[in-house]
T-cell receptor, first 109, second 114 residues
Framework: GQNIDQPTEMTATEGAIVQINCTYQ??????LFWYQQHAGEAPTFLSY??LDGLEEKGRFSSFLSRSKGYSYLLLKELQMKDSASYLC??????????WGAGTKLIIKP | ETGVTQTPRHLVMGMTNKKSLKCEQH?????MYWYKQSAKKPLELMFV???????ENNSVPSRFSPECPNSSHLFLHLHTLQPEDSALYLC?????????????FGPGTRLTVT
């Protein structure tokens, strides 16, 4: 079956750096997405990786290794507003998005 | 504001009721989606419409019935639901379905079945 694994919850300190990992086993691969979802709100797009390597976008970076079935989202200079759930999703060979259950990130002052 | 709106935001219904959820996107997208989001579970794709044609129905019970009258509007008709159907129902849209465009989500409808 298809599976996306990410930690359920993580805690980090304001101003610090945190890395959220995502491992996947899917039938085919057509890209990996990261979304941010604040409590009670819609998921919003953060990043997209289809080739191996690091994509940087401001304080957020996303890394992909297709051979390892692995990605991470790196958040730098953490702010309180970064407290949210982070969802990893992989597009499979049928172009369907397979979603992880999300990682709840708690930022402490 | 993501350009995708959903109404109502909250809905409480009995198991014998019939209700409908509405989604509208103002982005000119061609693909629209219904998802179910339950606590601590992955998003479950329910239905996909591409250019107003239904392309996916992921073994969703018949008590959920989608309707897509045009590329901007999507409905989810609900009848004789069960308590386990209580969840957040999210609508999303994307430019196209088969290419790796990101999806834009609405704020969701929080459904409680009593």
């Amino acid at each position: 079956g298809q599976n996306i694994d990410q930690p359920t919850e993580m805690t980090a300190t304001e101003g610090a750096i945190v890395q959220i990992n995502c491992t996947y086993q899917t039938s085919g691969f057509n890209g990996l997405f990261w979304y941010q979802q604040h409590a009670g709100e819609a998921p919003t797009f953060l990043s997209y990786n289809v080739l191996d390597g690091l994509e940087e976008k401001g304080r957020f970076s996303s890394f992909l290794s297709r051979s390892k079935g692995y990605s991470y989202l790196l958040l730098k200079e953490l702010q309180m507003k970064d407290s949210a759930s982070y969802l990893c999703a992989v597009r499979d060979s049928n172009y369907q998005l397979i979603w992880g259950a999300g990682t709840k990130l708690i930022i402490k002052p | 504001e993501t350009g995708v709106t959903q109404t109502p935001r909250h809905l409480v219904m009995g198991m014998t009721n019939k209700k409908s959820l509405k989604c509208e996107q103002h982005l000119g997208h061609n693909a629209m989606y219904w998802y179910k989001q339950s606590a601590k579970k992955p998003l479950e794709l329910m239905f996909v419409y591409n250019f107003k044609e239904q392309t996916e129905n992921n073994s969703v019970p018949s008590r959920f019935s989608p309707e897509c009258p045009n590329s901007s509007h999507l409905f989810l008709h609900l009848h004789t639901l069960q308590p386990e159907d209580s969840a957040l129902y999210l609508c999303a849209s994307s430019q196209e379905m088969d290419i790796s465009y990101e999806q834009y989500f609405g704020p969701g409808t929080r459904l409680t079945v009593t």
